[in-house]
Each structure stands twice: as structure tokens, then as C-alpha cells.
């Protein structure tokens, strides 16, 4: 299987739709908008002009990496960028890091890693760390390993997180959330319950699928604005069931979860390039205080900041982080710095950040990383 159908075998876990528009049985409740938050912290811009959605492929392929080979770049800068990019997100993480710490035992992979975070926080170019690292993985499989592959950042992660969970003691798994199911909801016509409850069995899930076309497709059909949170639930619910008491298919299923993971990474998967204006959007309510009850339910709870974007355009991989939340956000708005091959390339507020990732040849938000706060 390619890394694509991969992702889309993630992406349905749970029978995650197509962009379509779900009929509503009893109209759609109001719900809280980014938009009242968003004129509250600063005045509403005049809405540009919507460019037009630059159609262009998104996938890799064969002829892409032959191309890289032809224009003479280095095999190693190209696969490590990804890892790259995951040191600078998951150092921002201030759990994962912590956890990390606390975690005791030693493997190539581990002591890489806490190399590779030690020159992050001193603001170093832990290259030669990365590299090691990168080598370290790749003896566990996956595209890391191979010459001119795309090593996709949601696959490293996944390969990381592996690697600690079988070589350290005391791993707190920071990035695994637990006992997610799907569970169908009693019939809303006929009330009847005797076939609701849980649909499979609990597992955990580290990095969240999310096809960012159903996000942006809620964004743009929906009368009112809507959280992320909302988004995030209703791009990955699931199409309702048919009643077997009244045939109607009136029965919601949602995703529930336990216990939502201190490290929630949101893994987008794109299918097209989408337009500037719809990647600022989409960001933008990105980056606001995510419910988890909200996106999750089931009884999870917390809100979640986001602390780290990975982007990608190019072949590369890139990532902007932020400092820790804490209480002085709301008077002095956070600073989110890029870092590409772990240099720092520039700052600024989210605006500035919107500007980076909202261009003509607009830079893919592949995967957010949030905290709880
Ligand atoms: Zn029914």
C-alpha cells in the first residue's frame, strides 16, 4: 500500500465521509463561534476577495523523487526533515518533554532523542543528533530508512512513538489517548435504545486523522461559524445508522474517548491544495482553546492550546512552536517562531504566522500539536 492509502485507511478508522452535506433532523443548534472570539481580540477584517482554489496535486510521486535525485539533493536532509520538524513540535510540548525525562532506560533511538531535544532547548542545530536518530529509526522499517523516500512527519511520529514505548520504563505515552470507540446513539425518531451503545472495541490512538477537506467544507457550508472543536467532531462523525425498530437511518454515531492523551496531535491529511484564504481560516480556529469534550465527549474533558504547527510544502518539512501557555497569553499574544532544519527563520504573532502559511503557494498544516491547559 502506498503512504497515501495508508493515511486514508487511518483516516477511516471510523467511516470518516467525504465532504457532503449532512441532512440535519432537527435543525442545527447554535453553536459558539470562533468569529465572536475572534472580533473580541481584535477588530473584523474586510473579508478579501476569495481567490480561486489552485487545483494541484498534494500525493508524491515516483517522478518526484526522481526529480529530487536529478536536481542533486541530499538523501539524508531530505528524509530528515520530517524528524526535524517533530523535535522542534514535540520540545514545544512541554508534557511530552517532561515525560520524557521522567522516562528512564536507554536504546539508540531514546538517546538520539534526548540529544536532539537537549540542542532544541539550548537553540542549537542539533543536526548530527537528527541524523543519528534518523539512523536509529531506521532499522525499525519505514520510509526513514530508504534513499529519496518521502518520509511523511505523521509515519515518523508513529515509528517514534513505537520506538519509546518498546525501549523505555516509566514512559508515561503522553501522546496516546485512551479508549476511543465508536457508540451508537438511541434512535432520534422512535427512541429506541435497545441497539445503542458501543459499536468495537476501545483502542488507543496517538496522532488524530483528519482529512482536511471536511473541515474546510463544514468551515464553508456552515451558516454559523463554528469551533474547531466542532469541526474536528464533526468532520470525523460518522454517517447515522438505520433504526431496526422504525428503519429510519436516525441513529448518530459519534467517537468517544476515555481519557484524551496531555499531548493531542491532530494529523490533517490533505487530498488537494487548498486555497490561502481557506488555510487561513482553517488555522485560525486552529489555534483557539480546543474542548475536548466538545470534539471528543464520551466524558473526556480539558481545553487544548495549540503549541506547535508542522507544515509542509515543497518536500520539506518545516515547523513553527510556540512557548508554553500560561496566563499572560490574553495581554501579550504568543510569539510562534519557524524553524526549518532547526534554524530559526523568523517570528511573530499569529497574524505574522497566518501570513507564512496563507500564501499563494500556500505551506500545508500537516500536523498540530496541543497541549492541555
Ligand atoms: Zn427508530
Known amino acids: 500500500m502506498s503512504g497515501l492509502e495508508d493515511k486514508l485507511a487511518a483516516a477511516s478508522l471510523e467511516p470518516a ?92 533511538v531514546a538517546d538520539a532523542l534526548r540529544e536532539v531535544l537537549k540542542g532544541v532547548s539550548k537553540n542549537e542545530i542539533p543536526s548530527s543528533q537528527n541524523e543519528a536518530l534518523r539512523q536509529a529509526l531506521s532499522t525499525r522499517g519505514g520510509a526513514i530508512s530508504a534513499a529519496f523516500a518521502y518520509a511523511d512527519a505523521a509515519e515518523v511520529l508513529e515509528l517514534l512513538l513505537d520506538a519509546l514505548e518498546s525501549d523505555l520504563e516509566k514512559w508515561s505515552r503522553p501522546c496516546t489517548s485512551v479508549g476511543y470507540q465508536l457508540v451508537r446513539q438511541p434512535c432520534l425518531l422512535c427512541g429506541d435504545s435497545s441497539r445503542a451503545g458501543a459499536m468495537n472495541e476501545k483502542r488507543d490512538v496517538r496522532a488524530f486523522p483528519v482529512i482536511a477537506a471536511s473541515i474546510l467544507h463544514l468551515l464553508e457550508s456552515a451558516s454559523t461559524p463554528q469551533t474547531f472543536a466542532d469541526l474536528f467532531r464533526e468532520a470525523r462523525a460518522s454517517e447515522p445508522v438505520s433504526c431496526t425498530a422504525c428503519g429510519e437511518r436516525a441513529c448518530a454515531v459519534g467517537g468517544e474517548m476515555e481519557t484524551v492523551a496531555p499531548v493531542l496531535v491532530v494529523n490533517l491529511t490533505w487530498m488537494e491544495t487548498p486555497s490561502s484564504s481557506s488555510i487561513a481560516q482553517l488555522v485560525r480556529g486552529a489555534l483557539l482553546p480546543f474542548d475536548a469534550a466538545v470534539a471528543f465527549g464520551g466524558g473526556s474533558e480539558g481545553m487544548y492550546q495549540c503549541v506547535a504547527v508542522v507544515c509542509f510544502k515543497g518536500d520539506h518539512y518545516t515547523a513553527y512552536a510556540r512557548p508554553p501557555p500560561s496566563s499572560v497569553d490574553l495581554r501579550y499574544p504568543p510569539r510562534w517562531t519557524l524553524r526549518d532544519r532547526f534554524v530559526d527563520r523568523g517570528s511573530g504573532d499569529v497574524e505574522w504566522l497566518l501570513g507564512e502559511l496563507a500564501t499563494a503557494k500556500p505551506k500545508l498544516p500537516a500536523l498540530l500539536v496541543y497541549v492541555r491547559v
Open 17 to 108: 465521509e467525504q465532504p457532503k452535506k449532512k441532512p440535519s433532523l432537527f435543525g442545527k443548534k447554535k453553536k459558539k463561534s470562533f468569529a465572536t472570539k475572534l472580533t473580541q481580540e481584535r477588530p473584523p477584517e474586510k473579508q478579501a476577495t476569495k481567490p480561486k482554489a489552485v487545483q494541484q496535486p498534494t500525493t508524491f510521486k515516483a517522478a518526484d523523487y526522481a526529480s529530487s535525485a536529478r536536481r542533486g539533493a541530499d538523501v539524508s536532509a531530505q528524509n530528515n526533515c520530517s524528524l526535524e520538524a517533530l523535535g522542534v513540535a514535540l520540545y514545544a510540548a512541554r508534557a511530552f518533554r517532561e515525560a520524557f525525562e521522567r522516562a528512564t532506560g536507554s536504546s539508540p
